[in-house]
């Protein structure tokens, strides 16, 4: 078999992280086959016949056989341009083909390396993706909800998407290769997932278990006690969620209690992905370094020393025991705090807080409502 080895990224109908890897070279049929899944019928897609086993790719959970949408000519699957191999001649079209595959709950941006292949575009973007997540939950951007959209109902950590996040969120979007996407929606149909709620559905997953883990590995005696003998249904409901969201996330509730709960979660959630337009910030700059019109804009600072508001120096800055401020010490320790908004989709702009509330019909008071 070739030393030359690519691995694929892909995001499943349910959201999960998947590979799949491909040689430069045929795999033998039999040992393609001998993935735990048999060949997919014709109708499904013909056999990969250069994607690897699932015994030779990166440990993961087995998930048998995947049909994928891959441009194809009658020669067979175009090969990845990371193989290194001559274009092929013909014009190509999407054809389904089955490849080996496994799930894997979080992809490292060393993950090809580790296993001795170079990473397609499609395995790169579930990289970033798998950072964007992390990076989500270390600074605590997220939500519980619960999912009543299956046989029970589950409860979920979803991502809180505002500002720089949500321009992120979208820059993955529009970047998402279609190979990671290239899973068929349904036998016969000839186009792959659609990329926004592919994205939704990773993401989400990512986020639910990245959370988990930390709560496992935070607090691993973390159980909430039975609830109370003869509480309402709605108390049930809530302590069953909670529980479910640091353990198993199946749970059982009441159905209407449920609806209750999920309609105000789902509020919660809305409420704080819509959040302030605007964030605080602070600038600090050394006056001597201000303009002259600025310092007339902003009035002469305040005495060195002057706690007591009376204009005159308290002795502090007093640093050659004379009783009066130095000279140098005043031009040294003369600063100018400012407050500012600054918009949380154009970090770039800085505006003074008193030009915002500066009267009812400002522009930018939309910032306040």
Request: glycine residues 10%.
């Amino acid at each position: 078999m070739s030393d030359v080895v690519v691995l694929h990224g892909l995001v499943t109908r349910d959201g999960s992280l998947a590979l799949w890897a491909e040689s430069d070279a045929p795999v033998a049929a039999a040992e393609t086959v001998a993935v735990g899944a048999p060949a997919a019928p014709a109708r499904l897609g013909a056999v990969h016949r250069f994607a690897l086993p699932a015994e030779l790719l990166p440990e993961g959970d087995g998930r048998g056989a995947a049909v994928l949408l891959l441009p194809s000519t009658g020669a067979g699957p175009l090969p990845s341009p990371q193989l290194g191999l001559p274009p092929r001649r013909g014009r190509p079209r999407l054809r389904a083909w089955t490849v080996p595959c496994v799930t894997v709950a979080f992809v490292g941006d060393d993950l090809a390396d580790r296993a001795g292949a170079r990473a397609a575009p499609s395995l790169t973007w579930l990289a970033e993706l798998s950072a964007f997540a992390a990076d989500l939950v270390e600074r605590g951007r997220v939500l519980p909800g619960v999912l009543l959209d299956g046989s029970r109902p589950k409860a979920r950590w979803r991502p809180v998407l505002t500002g720089a996040d949500a321009t992120r969120h979208a820059e993955l979007l529009s970047r998402m290769p279609p190979a990671s996407r290239a899973e068929r929606a349904r036998p016969g149909e000839a186009d792959g997932l659609p990329a926004a709620d592919m994205l939704h559905a990773a993401l989400g997953r990512l986020v639910d278990t990245l959370v988990r883990e930390r709560l496992r590995d935070g607090f691993p005696a973390l159980a909430l006690p039975a609830g109370p003998a003869g509480g309402t249904r709605a108390a049930a409901a809530l302590h069953a969620w909670l529980a479910a969201l640091a353990g198993d996330p199946q749970f059982d509730g009441p159905a209407e209690e449920l609806g209750s709960l999920a309609d105000a979660l789902d509020a919660w959630h809305a409420d704080a992905v819509r959040g302030a337009a605007v964030r605080v910030c602070f600038r600090l700059t050394h006056l001597p370094e201000l303009e002259t019109d600025e310092t007339a804009a902003i009035g002469e600072p305040a005495a060195i020393g002057d706690t007591d508001g009376i204009g005159e120096p308290d002795g502090i800055g007093d640093t050659d025991g004379t009783g009066e401020v130095n000279a140098d010490s005043r031009a040294e320790d003369v600063w100018l705090l400012e407050f500012l908004l600054q918009p949380l989709d154009e970090p770039s702009v800085l505006v003074p807080a008193a030009d915002v509330w500066r009267d009812r019909t400002a522009p930018l008071r939309r910032w306040t409502h």
